[in-house]
């Protein structure tokens, strides 16, 4: 049985990348009152841009340092994820800002399905491994082990979710995208330029869910096509856990959810003979959505977003 410690650092590495990708959800939740279901994808682009990446380094760069390919990789991934994401808002979702909510969630999902196929054309149907970037040797913690991808990964995420509260909060963009999440036609009326604003969201949205994608990859070594579906899922989750629609909600939520996940799977399945081991954790994910939604649907933070129909 693993200790509380490792379980826990297990959980705030799962949890560090939900969060990442929930903010994603949550801030185009709060800016345009529609979940972008094809988020999770767009994770899924940012690791097969980094390994892309990685592998042209490997090929004309060799012997380049290991955090420095692994920078490189993550930079690159960025322009393209954000890229995608900014033309999934532009064709997928301007039209249909106005529209009954069932309309921008098929298209979401739509959206969804072929960022897939795009990929799997590009890439191929078949896992592909991550190349090995970092030292394999972990380092203890009293008593638990934690690799150096794992703690680059907490590193960046702390980071990207610092750097994000900053632009919020403190920058004239962050005041921007606040006005438009609380009233559009009168944050339009005082000179906000919503469509900027909006662009700015996605963009945002997809650099941390390129940072997630390609450390995600580092992580568990392997990528493919369809990997952004159940991390998507579990994301959103996260974000519904938090509060949709509250950045900090985001945050905490994707933390717990990873750290309920690990322990979930490391107690629950002790007590139930390795019934409801780690081959179940995924279940926890969606016990947890259920149980929000029925006994908190505002979530933790309690984020109430007005109907703007």
Wanted: one cysteine or more; aromatic letters at 8%.
């Amino acid at each position: 049985m693993e200790t509380f410690l490792q379980q826990l650092l297990n959980g705030l590495v799962l949890g560090s990348m939900y969060a990442l990708v929930a903010l994603g959800y949550t801030m185009v939740y709060g800016v345009l009152n529609l979940i972008n279901f094809a988020h999770g994808d767009v994770l899924m682009i940012g690791a097969m841009a980094g390994l892309t990446i990685v592998k042209l380094l490997e090929a004309y760069a060799p012997g380049l340092p290991g955090y420095l390919a692994l920078a490189l990789a993550i930079l690159g991934a960025i322009p393209v994820t954000v890229l995608v994401n900014i033309l999934i808002e532009r064709v997928a979702y301007r039209r249909l800002r106005n529209a009954p909510r069932l309309a921008p969630l098929i298209t979401a999902i739509g959206v969804s399905i072929l960022l897939q196929t795009f990929a799997m054309m590009i890439w191929g149907r078949s896992p592909l491994p991550f190349p090995q970037l970092l030292s394999p040797e972990p380092v203890e913690f009293m008593g638990a082990l934690i690799s150096p991808t794992q703690i680059l990964l907490l590193v960046l995420a702390a980071l990207a979710m610092g750097a994000l509260v900053l632009l919020v909060e403190r920058t004239r963009m962050g005041r921007a995208m606040r006005a438009v999440a609380e009233n559009p036609r009168v944050a339009g009326l005082m000179g906000v330029d919503a469509n900027r604003v909006i662009v700015a969201t996605f963009a945002i949205g997809a650099a941390l869910a390129a940072v997630a994608g390609v450390m995600w990859g580092a992580n568990y070594a392997s990528v493919t096509f369809t990997m952004g579906v159940l991390p998507g899922l579990k994301a959103f989750c996260a974000a519904v856990l938090g509060g949709i629609g509250n950045i900090y909600g985001a945050m905490i939520g994707g933390l717990l959810l990873g750290i309920i996940e690990a322990l979930g799977a490391g107690y629950i399945g002790d007590l139930t003979g390795g019934f409801l081991g780690s081959h179940y954790q995924d279940i926890f994910a969606f016990v947890v959505l259920i149980l929000v939604l029925t006994l908190r649907p505002s979530g933790i933070m309690g984020e109430r977003v007005a109907d703007r129909a």
